[in-house]
């Protein structure tokens, strides 16, 4: 997705800057060709920037499935459900707090 934003923005850099560049006469021909290239050098640096990013997020989606294999009880819990005592149980709470508070 990054990716194809970045190739969006570098396009429409390339289209405004071309006819920019083009209505100027007094460019000669050689200094029109380095400025395009230099757009052009800008719009891969970005691309590349967008690819690398995409690298980054697969090499962490590998890295998280990696730990989840490691440590599957930090993904998922084999407890069951108790409500929060403190909201109060609609009937008698079957999980009564593991804290006594005093009485007094």
Request: proline share 11%.
């Amino acid at each position: 997705m990054r990716l194809l934003i970045a190739t969006a923005i570098s396009t429409l850099l390339l289209i405004s800057g071309a006819f920019a560049q083009s209505n100027s006469p007094s460019d000669t021909p050689s200094e029109r060709a380095k400025s395009e290239t230099q757009v052009l050098e800008k719009a891969r640096s970005e691309a590349q920037r967008g690819n690398s990013d995409t690298k980054d997020d697969r090499q962490n989606a590998a890295q998280t499935e990696a730990v989840q294999a490691e440590h599957p009880g930090w993904y998922s819990e084999n407890k069951p459900y108790r409500p929060c005592p403190i909201l109060g149980c609609p009937g008698r709470c079957p999980y009564p707090p593991l804290f006594q508070p005093e009485s007094r």
